[in-house]
């Protein structure tokens, strides 16, 4: 199988493709994104994702280049076979917090990120505003992992690998606690543990792994 093509950077929708890739197996080869030169906006790359983004992936076996993480991470499932939902009940469970984190994890936190870190003038209001919004959306992942191992019943699927790259730059890009969402962070260090989720946050910065930007 010639290896899938990661277009990536080291962020946490980054880190949702590497990790997958490396629990599903599939052999694959990164091009390094360097989004603060700006490599997000150059032709190569918005060849294949015209919403200047990443991650991205070049499946040149099967044809296919696939954007936006989420899409990515069902994409990788079903060409493996791996992490697949079983029965249509988990896949609309599989589908709904995936969506969730789309619409909610990420955004929320990626606002705070945006304005606690990275803006010149720190507002108040717009700092605590969303710093609330983040107690919420974690107490939702709290209630729901209060009853399930994972965020899907009891097995490991794409909505944790969706979800945990957001939470673990919460907590260590952000030092944001989770001691009132115990069950969030017993979910959370669990899932830090696994091999595949080690390595896969690790990428692009492997050494191996810098291979250039191209189309």
Same mark, same amino acid.
């Given at each position: 199988m010639t290896p899938i093509e990661l277009y990536t950077c080291q962020t946490p929708n980054g880190h949702k493709a590497s990790i997958?890739?490396?629990?599903?197996?599939?052999?694959?080869?990164?091009? +390094?994104?360097?989004?603060?030169?700006?490599?997000?906006?150059?032709?190569?790359?918005?060849?294949l994702n015209p919403n200047n983004k990443i991650p991205v992936i070049v499946d040149r076996d099967a044809g296919?280049?696939?954007?936006?993480?989420?899409a990515i991470l069902h994409y990788l499932a079903r060409r493996s076979g791996k992490l697949?939902?079983?029965?249509?009940?988990?896949?609309?469970d599989t589908l709904t917090w995936t969506l969730f984190q789309?619409?909610?994890?990420?955004?929320? +936190?990626?606002?705070?990120?945006?304005?606690?870190?990275?803006?010149?003038?720190?507002?108040?209001?717009?700092?605590?505003?969303?710093?609330r919004e983040t107690g919420r959306v974690f107490r939702v992942l709290d209630s729901r992992l209060k009853h399930h191992e994972h965020i899907v019943g009891k097995s490991y699927g794409i909505a944790d690998v969706m979800t945990w790259p957001w939470?673990?730059? *919460?907590?260590?890009?952000?030092?944001?606690? +989770?001691?009132? *969402?115990p069950d969030l962070a017993?979910?959370?260090?669990?899932?830090?543990?696994?091999? *595949?989720?080690?390595?896969?946050?690790?990428?692009? *910065?492997?050494?191996?792994?810098?291979?250039p930007l191209r189309s």
């Open positions: 997958m890739l490396e629990e599903v197996g599939l052999p694959y080869s990164v091009r +390094l994104v360097d989004i603060e030169k700006g490599d997000q906006t150059k032709p190569d790359l918005l060849a296919r280049t696939v954007f936006e993480s989420g697949q939902p079983v029965g249509a009940q988990e896949a609309d789309a619409a909610h994890v990420g955004p929320t +936190l990626g606002q705070l990120w945006n304005y606690k870190i990275f803006a010149p003038e720190k507002i108040p209001y717009v700092i605590e505003r969303f710093e939470i673990n730059a *919460a907590v260590t890009r952000l030092g944001l606690s +989770l001691d009132d *969402a017993r979910w959370y260090a669990a899932i830090g543990r696994r091999s *595949a989720v080690v390595r896969g946050i690790a990428v692009p *910065a492997l050494p191996k792994h810098r291979l």
